[in-house]
């Protein structure tokens, strides 16, 4: 039994909950809308405000789905009433990042400037020239964009020069010695 699994998920209010009967769970609240496809061997059921999940298969993957469906809900519950976001630090002489537009413009050392355009759903703001803030609701894209970003400079072990997560630890290698 999964003990994630077994924990309701309480809908806050203005968060809006409907369930196909598919098992196709769409989730409406002020920072948008977001709709997930789930296992149908996962009973989900809406009691006093909140979400309850029961596992009604013994297949073997079951016990697996059963966590892992009350954890997406979840996230997109918490998505939509308070949203996700992933703050990325720019190290380095002559790194820099600005908004223009809807676009994350990049100074990373290249020849050229990295231009990243916001996708569907996803907000960044450049609060400092070293600072990016990536926000959005779906907890995976806010992730995945933000390693997007990452993975244009990621930070190397001997300057530590390169984007990081905030609060990333980069283990620091050291350098050539000299005879």
Do not use: C
Request: proline letters at 6%; charged letters at 25%.
């Amino acid at each position: 039994m999964s003990r994630i699994g077994k924990l309701p998920v309480t809908v806050p209010a203005g968060v809006e909950v409907s369930i196909a009967d598919n098992n196709l769970i769409t989730v409406k609240g002020p920072k948008g809308t977001l709709t997930q496809q789930v296992s149908p061997a996962i009973k989900i059921e809406q009691k006093d405000g909140r979400l309850v999940f029961t596992n009604e298969s013994k297949a073997k993957g079951a016990d697996a789905q059963y966590g892992l469906v009350r954890s997406l809900v979840h996230n997109m519950v918490v998505g939509v009433s308070e949203g996700f976001s992933k703050k990325l630090e720019i190290q380095g002489v002559g790194y820099k990042a600005e908004k223009k537009g809807k676009d994350l413009v990049m100074q990373l050392g290249y020849s050229h400037p990295v231009i990243m355009p916001d996708p569907e759903g996803i907000t960044t703001e450049v609060p400092s020239a070293t600072e990016i803030i990536v926000k959005g609701a779906d907890k995976a894209q806010v992730g995945n964009y933000a390693a997007n970003i990452r993975a244009w400079r990621a930070p190397e072990p001997y300057k530590g020069k390169g984007i990081r997560y905030s609060g990333e630890n980069v283990r620091r290698k050291e350098g050539k010695t000299g005879k």
